[in-house]
């Protein structure tokens, strides 16, 4: 009988675990950011100030050596247990010495 007690809300919390929705990073507008940005004039502030702080960042070297502070940013939102009509989207930014945005490239949805 003790057994049973503990059984049923075991299984309800498996239960409610596998159907619950999972999000990770935070949400960003990219059509904003794409309505803002310029290249070459933007600064590493300005962006801060639209986006907040960047999930994750990093250090870019291109083909001819050349080297660009990345900020990354990315969201995902979907269902578990299978993910079905998840949303990710993920933008990388690439800045100059000077703190400039030098380009950016996006994928997932807007």
Known sequence: MRTERLILPVALVF???ACSTVQIGEGFDLRAFESKVQRGATTQAQVRGWLGAPTGTGVHVDTG???YDEWTYYYGEGRLPNMVNAEFKILQIKFDKS???RGYNWSGGK
């Open 99 to 101: 703190g400039t945005v």
């Open 65 to 67: 050596g050349e080297r």
């Open 15 to 17: 239960l409610l675990a």
